[in-house]
């Protein structure tokens, strides 16, 4: 079947999210592999934000592993603890930084990126993964990223 999204490119960033999440939500309706719901999920967020990266990472053993994304080439494996995607997973906590040069340890993946939010994906009380976002602009991440793209993620752990 294939899907079709309407894109918001005029407005707030919060109207753009609100046309978005309806959207996502109905995407990932009916349909239970994870994989493919996080692929649609970045394709989705890219079309609409046109950020330089969105994508998901996957916890294996003490590693998180490169999973769907959007956008150009990504670093494949990130430990526990190392960059912002491995700060996140051992807070468990979401990440935003304005700029990712002040970023102790900060992972270049991409010479673009200039300020990156990352959000943990917690099910029964353990991370299981990340999703992470570039963009190629400064300070370009705020709470209202946090508190949208929040909703996006209890939809894919909830459906």
């Known amino acids: 079947m294939a899907e079709d999204l309407t894109i918001l490119k005029t407005g707030t960033k919060t109207e753009q999210y609100q046309s978005l999440l ?11 592999d994870f994989i493919a719901n ?7 967020l890219k079309e609409q934000f046109n950020w330089l990266w969105v994508g998901f990472y996957l916890v294996q053993g003490d590693e998180l592993v490169l999973a ?4 150009p080439v ?8 190392k960059g912002v995607c491995g700060a996140s997973w051992t807070e468990a906590k979401t990440l935003i930084v304005p700029d990712v040069e002040a970023f102790p340890g900060h992972i270049s993946c991409s ?3 200039k300020s990156e939010i990352v959000l943990p994906l917690i099910k029964d009380n353990e991370v299981i993964g990340v999703l992470d976002v570039d963009s190629v602009y400064l300070n370009h991440f705020d709470e209202s990223d946090q508190l949208y793209l ?5 939809f894919l752990l909830n459906n």
Request: a neutral charge.
């Open 111 to 113: 010479s673009l990126s």
């Open 68 to 71: 769907p994304f959007q956008g």
């Open 38 to 44: 996080m692929a649609n999920i970045c394709a989705a």
């Open 22 to 32: 309806p959207q996502i939500e109905s995407l990932l309706s009916g349909e239970s």
């Open 150 to 154: 929040e909703q996006i993620i209890s």
């Open 74 to 81: 990504a670093c494949t494996r990130i430990r526990k603890g």
